[in-house]
């Protein structure tokens, strides 16, 4: 059985709507295959060229790399940034954001209350700092979008546009739908899902962005194969931290046993790595139902991309199964 037949059958077994993977090397797509139906309403079904919403893949795909490119990462924000200058946030780094040791809460329902770009990152910016270790938060994400904005002088969707082809800002077909939206009330489809993110306008660093399988998985392909951002950002600035990639290397562990790279998590954290993740994996997921995981040492990568949320958001606990299933096989995928 060719690896794409075995990827097709892993397919068709997930607890989703639709579905779409990529298994890849750094340099090549090994197998890919986009299965169900995009649209429960109207039955309409996913294909190569859907759009899926990306949720927090947002953050390693859009933010981190500009970041790394143009922000310091061992310098207060206080002292980059006037809008940070005397909060508390302030003298945290971009590392310190980036690796979830700020102190910052995992989120706030800003969209409750507020609305606009510059209202939500203000509010973001004085939230107060009282999570004990490192905590997995956008908030940290909508600053850094924000500033990268301000430091380039160039919008965050102009950004991933010239980087990866990833849009932002707007309403995509044909794209797949996520969930009901009990906040909007209505089925979101070809908009960004979080709330936060929409109450922003639907472009945020921590979330908004949309691609395709294809465009997706050439981004993963680019970290994989050390194609993202410049020599530099490849270099710890950190005090103590010299000589070592800087987005997979661990810089913050909770007692937990979670662990977080610049952006990335690292196995065991939250079990996203599969049974059996390598020593130097690393990768993210989206809470829509998205996944990045790379195996450098093995060499290859896999991208999730899911409606896991339509029409509602329940149980990640089937999906999470499918996806061990899924890492699990991989090796005999790549063979």
């Known amino acids: ?104 809460p995992a989120t706030v329902p800003f969209f409750k209350t507020l609305s606009g770009r510059d209202t939500i990152v203000d509010a973001a910016l004085r939230t107060p700092l009282s999570a004990p270790g490192p905590v997995y938060s956008d908030l940290g994400s909508i600053m850094l979008g924000a500033l990268v904005e301000e430091r380039t002088g160039t919008p965050l969707p102009e950004l991933a546009r010239r980087r990866t082809g990833l849009r932002m800002g707007g309403r995509f077909a044909p794209a797949v739908a996520t969930e009901r939206c009990p906040w909007r009330g209505r089925l979101v489809v070809g908009e960004v899902h979080d709330e936060n ?9 921590h979330a908004g962005a949309f691609g395709t399988l294809a465009l997706v998985t050439a981004a993963a392909q680019d970290w994989l194969a050390g194609r993202t951002g410049s020599p530099a950002a490849h270099d710890c600035w950190a005090a103590g ?21 610049l952006g990335w998590w690292l196995p065991p954290t939250r079990g996203l790595g599969g049974p059996s993740p390598g020593a130097d994996s690393y990768g993210l997921s989206g809470f829509v139902g998205n996944r990045i995981w790379l195996e450098p040492s093995r060499g290859y990568g896999v991208v999730v991309l899911s409606n896991r949320v339509h029409p509602a958001r329940g149980d990640r606990g089937p999906f999470n199964a499918w996806c061990d299933t899924l890492l699990t096989a991989l090796p005999r995928l790549v063979g």
């Open 1 to 104: 059985m060719s690896p794409g037949e075995r990827l097709t059958r892993i397919a068709a077994r997930a607890p989703v709507p639709a579905v779409a993977v990529a298994v890849f090397d750094r340099d090549r797509v090994l197998a890919s295959v986009v299965h169900g139906i995009a649209d429960l309403t109207t039955g309409r079904p996913a294909a190569e060229d859907c759009w899926w919403d990306l949720a927090s893949l947002t953050k390693v795909l859009v933010t981190l790399p500009e970041v790394l490119d143009h922000v310091p990462l061992d310098r207060p924000l206080e002292t980059l940034w006037p809008r940070a200058a005397g909060l508390p946030v302030g003298r945290a780094t971009a590392a310190d954001l980036l690796s979830y040791r700020a102190g910052l």
């Open 197 to 205: 993110a929409a109450a922003m306008g639907g472009v945020a660093g």
């Open 241 to 261: 931290r010299t000589g070592s990639p800087a987005a997979h290397d661990c810089w913050a562990a909770g007692g937990t046993g979670d662990r977080y790279g």
